[in-house]
C-alpha cells in the first residue's frame, strides 16, 4: 500500500482491473432428481470482493443463505444452495462481485428450460 502524499487516502498496489466470474449452475438432471441444488460462482480478483446473488434480478443474499470463502489470495468461492423446487421457477441468476477498487461485476445466467 502507498500512502498519497495529497490526502489519507491508501492507494493499492494493485492495478484497478475488473475480475473474472465463473458460474456454475446445477445440471438439469440433478435440478430433476434432487431436493437441493447448488450453483458456485468463483471470482478470480486481486481483491477481496463481496459476493451476492440475484434470482431474476432480486437481491438473496440477506435472504438466503450464502457460504463464500477465498479458497486462495486470488479466487473466491461463494455457493448458493436452494430447494429444487425453487430452482424450477427461476428465470436468470446472477453473481455479483462487489469492492470499491473495481466497477460492479456480474455474470448472469439463463436457467429457465
Not at 432480486?58 to 455457493?79: E, F, G, H, L
Not at 429444487?84 to 436457467?111: D, G, M, P, Y
Request: proline content about 5%; overall charge positive; hydrophobic content about 30%.
Amino acid at each position: 500500500m502507498i500512502l498519497s502524499p495529497h490526502s489519507s487516502v491508501l492507494l493499492s498496489a494493485f492495478p484497478s482491473s475488473t475480475p473474472s466470474l465463473h458460474l456454475e449452475t446445477p445440471r438439469f438432471r440433478t435440478v430433476m432428481t434432487q431436493t437441493e441444488v447448488t450453483a458456485t460462482c468463483v471470482v478470480h480478483s486481486a481483491y477481496d470482493a463481496k459476493v451476492s446473488w440475484l434470482l431474476d434480478g432480486k437481491d438473496t443474499t440477506s435472504r438466503t443463505p450464502v457460504n463464500q470463502a477465498s479458497s486462495t489470495t486470488q479466487s473466491i468461492s461463494s455457493n448458493l444452495t436452494l430447494p429444487s423446487s425453487q430452482w424450477k421457477t427461476l428465470n436468470t441468476i446472477t453473481c455479483r462481485a462487489e469492492h470499491h477498487c473495481f466497477n460492479s461485476t456480474e455474470k448472469t445466467s439463463n436457467v429457465k428450460g
